[in-house]
Each structure stands twice: as C-alpha cells, then as structure tokens.
C-alpha cells in the first residue's frame, strides 16, 4: 500500500468512534512485529520512534526499513516522530521522510509553543503529506501524574486549545488531562475526562475538526480507554508497554537457555511478544478491522 501520513488515518478515526494505536519502536524486530500486527488484525498503524533512536539509528535508516515494510502491507501505515523538542530535527526528520512529526513545546508559554508549532508546521506542510502534531499542557510522568491532574493550570485550557490550533494549523492535538508517560502506580489513575470533552466541544464549536491524541497508554484500565475514544481520543500511544515487553522477554529467552548465542532466538521471541501486546491494543481501541 502506497505510504500515509495520520492526517487521513486519524481523522476518520475520530469520525467513526475508533482510536489509531501509535506504537513505539527502537528497532527492526519491533517494527517488523507491530507491522505483522496491523495486517493480521487489518488495522491502520502509526509507528513512532522518539528521538533517541531517531538520532541514533538516523533518520534515513529508519525511513528506509519503514518503506520497505509499509510499501509490502496491504494496510495503510505511517512513521511518526514522538516528542521532539527542536524544531530543526523535526525538519530533518520530515526531510528523510518520516509522514508525521511532533513538536513539543508544551513547556514554553503558549505564545511561544504556538510560535514553535507554526514553524514546524510551515516546514513540514511544505515537504509534501507531513502531519504535524502538538501538545498544549503538562502531559508528565508517573511520579506527578497526580500533581498535574490536580492542578488545572498544568492542563491543557478548551480555549487555548482553540488559540494554538487557529495559530498553527497543527493537524493533531495532544492535550493535557492527567495522563502520563511510564507505569501509573495505581491500577486506575485519575483523568479529566470532562476537560477532553470541552476541549473536543471548543474546537467543534469553531469548526476546528482536529483530531486528539492521547499520551501515555500504558497503564490505563481498559474502561479509562474506551471512555477516552467516546470523548474524542483518536489516536493512543503505547510507549512503555512495549519496552517492558521488549527487555523482558529477552531476559527470560537469555534465562532460560543460558547456554545458546543465537540472537535470532531473541528477535524472534520479542516479535512474538511485541505483536500479542498490539494486537490486544488494536483489539481495544476499535481500530482492528477498519484498515
């Protein structure tokens, strides 16, 4: 299937009550398992790398093992670049071909974020097919993800949600409503599902059809998820999951055959693992079958 970008993807996502699952990776064997995933399960996909293995593999490597994998599948499937904090490796990303790229200047003031993600966009929307996504709020880790839930200054405000999607363009908002990245340290962690709703009502009422992204899957009850589709969640990443998946199993392959150098026994017991793990996240956010 020729290479797509989210815009599309997530758009008719949010039309139809479903969430895109945005799965990351840190190499082959992990791309190869979320991409036999999406064609068994008929799913759209959206690989995302953060920027650690985006530096470290390269850009062009990365694109390139995408291509190669997404030009073979008979579903539609993008490369996203997770959490970027400058604006020039966003560039540089959408240059080598990456579909999707976010900019993350949450932590600036909003005038400046805004500025930040303007400038992303302009770049990106240039390239050709790029989405842009970009967040406005705290989206924290575990050890605050009370702190920020609690403190509404740290969320993200329905009417600057429609300030910084008028002043950017940005095609996919991620919003601040408690969520957090890593392992929550409650089995259900606390989440403003009124804010997602006012926020999604704001942008409705301008006619700003942008969809929203969820931050920080990993963790959340089965029921919080499904809440969050119902409130506008179109698109769900699952970060931490798949990297407990990935070390875990490869300590447990290595433990339990001491004795053997074979790295392929490892890749392809993590495969294995990687793709039950997203298969059941595809299962949940309704996006199996819609590819």
């Known amino acids: 299937m020729p290479i797509a970008s989210a815009r599309e993807m997530v758009a008719a996502a949010s039309a139809r009550g479903y969430a895109v699952g945005a799965f990351n990776v840190t ?14 399960r008929r799913a759209p996909l959206i690989i995302q790398t953060s920027v650690a293995p985006s530096r470290s593999i390269g850009p062009d490597l990365i694109v390139a093992m995408y291509r190669c994998l997404a030009q073979a599948a008979p579903v539609p499937i993008c490369l996203h670049l997770d959490h970027c904090t400058d604006a020039g490796w966003c560039g540089r990303c959408a240059d080598a071909g990456y579909t999707n790229v976010m900019i993350d200047a949450s932590r600036e003031e909003l005038q400046e974020n805004i500025r930040q993600t303007n400038e992303v966009c302009a770049h990106a929307h240039a390239v050709g097919d790029v989405t842009v996504e970009g967040e406005l709020g705290t989206v924290g880790g575990v050890e605050d993800q009370l702190a920020v839930v609690e403190d509404a200054s740290r969320l993200c405000d329905p009417e600057a949600a429609v300030q910084f999607v008028q002043g950017t363009g940005v095609d996919l908002l991620a919003p601040a409503i408690g969520t957090a990245h890593g392992i929550y340290a409650t089995s259900d962690p606390k989440v403003d599902f009124d804010r997602l709703r006012q926020i999604r009502k704001a942008l409705d009422a301008r006619g700003l059809a942008t969809p ?3 931050h920080g899957g990993t963790g959340l009850p089965d029921h919080t998820v499904r809440r969050l589709i119902e409130l506008g969640g179109a698109k769900f990443n699952v970060s931490t999951e798949l990297k407990h998946v990935l070390i875990d199993t490869t300590r447990r392959c290595i433990e339990e055959h001491p004795a053997e150098y074979d790295p392929g026994r490892i890749d392809r017991a993590v495969k294995e693992a990687i793709k039950a793990a997203v298969t059941g996240w595809m299962d949940l956010l309704g996006c199996s079958g819609k590819a």
């Not at 190499?27 to 068994?40: H, R």
Request: charged content about 10%; proline content about 6%.
């Open 27 to 40: 190499g082959l064997p992990q791309m190869q398992a979320v991409v036999e995933a999406a064609v068994e």
């Open 212 to 214: 929203l992204v969820i």
